[in-house]
């Protein structure tokens, strides 16, 4: 069974850092793009970023772009998000997803941040509070 297992939310204050884990199991994440996505209470839910199954080719949010920063360890099998200078605007739960389609394009260079339509294996969530 494929899951990812999102963990390192938490509460933090404005300006503070927290970095967020995505885990794979059942499936090797290093074929994969993955993307972070987030949704705030009464909000749609967005795409903050995407890394392609290289790493090469990353892709942010306008809203977390020097802020944000998405990379991978596809040795521990885990992609993490690290996020610094956090804003209350950032509280929401932050869900990974991975793009199982091994011809899929949705983390392109010619694309901005990832559209939720086109990842299909999703975890369960991490909550995020920015807050004083």
């Known amino acids: 069974q494929l899951q990812l297992v999102e963990s390192g939310g938490g509460l933090v204050q404005p300006g503070g850092s927290l970095r967020l884990s995505c885990a794979g199991s059942?499936?090797?994440?290093?074929?994969?793009?993955i993307g972070w996505f987030r949704q705030a209470p009464g909000k749609e839910r967005e795409g903050v970023s995407c890394?392609?199954?290289?790493?090469?080719?990353?892709n942010y949010a306008d809203s977390v772009k020097g802020r944000f920063t998405i990379s991978r360890d596809n040795a521990k099998n885990t992609v993490y998000l690290q996020m610094n200078s956090l804003k209350p605007e950032d509280t929401a739960v932050y869900y990974c997803?991975?793009?199982?389609?091994?011809?899929?394009?949705?983390?392109?260079?010619?694309?901005?941040?990832?559209?939720?339509?086109?990842?299909?294996?999703w975890g369960q969530g991490t909550q995020v509070t920015v807050s004083s």
């Open positions: 890394i392609s199954s290289s790493g090469s080719i990353t």
């Open positions: 997803a991975a793009d199982t389609d091994l011809y899929g394009s949705s983390c392109h260079r010619f694309k901005g941040a990832p559209e939720s339509y086109e990842y299909d294996v």
């Open positions: 059942g499936f090797t994440l290093g074929y994969y793009a």
